[in-house]
């Protein structure tokens, strides 16, 4: 098996089990970024981001929620590196939709990821460290979040939330294969 093809089957299993995770994680965080306030959508919103909402279930519960994003985040770092390699043979940052949906998809999973690779990374690799250095440092948090930039910039962080939805559902539609129709190839049955 090449490194590519190891890669690949990896790149995809990962990401299929991160999937739902990182869409919630990336919708709540998008919302989060935005200006909506201190409403009850806000508490939701964090409550999923932060520990997919498990904290009513209980303390252990919440604990569970909060380290399956954590570590789900720590997935996400190595599916947007995996996701560069695996995208650097063709290069090609281009959303085709005259050639079927699953071409469709296919080409937007790939230009979202490259185009929000940078800043993708960046909110990764900084949500992964608030469990360890978060405490220590207010930038950390900052870099994360996008709050404490101005208003442009926090859109922007809106986007690249949303591109982990988007990266997130895009990889499921890719995974997933419909059962094509029995084709009887000259046989008897």
Do not use: C
Not at 65 to 90: A, C, D, N
């Amino acid at each position: 098996m090449t490194l590519r093809r190891l890669l690949l089957v990896t790149h995809r299993w990962f990401g299929l089990g991160a999937s739902l995770i990182l869409a919630v994680t990336g919708v709540t965080g998008a919302l989060l970024a935005s200006p909506i306030g201190d409403t009850p959508v806000r508490a939701i919103a964090h409550a999923l981001h932060e520990h997919l909402a498990m904290g009513a279930l209980g303390g252990s519960a919440r604990k569970l929620g909060y380290w399956t994003v954590v570590w789900t985040t720590v997935v996400s770092i190595l599916l947007l590196l995996g996701g560069v390699f695996l995208w650097w043979e063709r290069k090609i940052i281009l959303v085709r939709t005259g050639k079927g949906w699953r071409r469709t998809f296919f080409d937007l999973h790939h230009s979202v990821g490259i185009l929000g690779l940078a800043l993708m990374f960046l909110m990764a690799v900084t949500g992964a460290a608030l469990p360890f250095w978060g405490g220590a440092s207010a930038t950390l948090l900052d870099l994360h979040t996008g709050r404490g930039y101005s208003q442009p910039i926090k859109l922007i962080y809106m986007a690249a939330a949303t591109a982990f939805m988007v990266q997130g559902m895009t990889g499921i539609v890719m995974w997933w294969k419909p059962k094509r129709p029995f084709k009887n190839a000259g046989t008897d049955e």
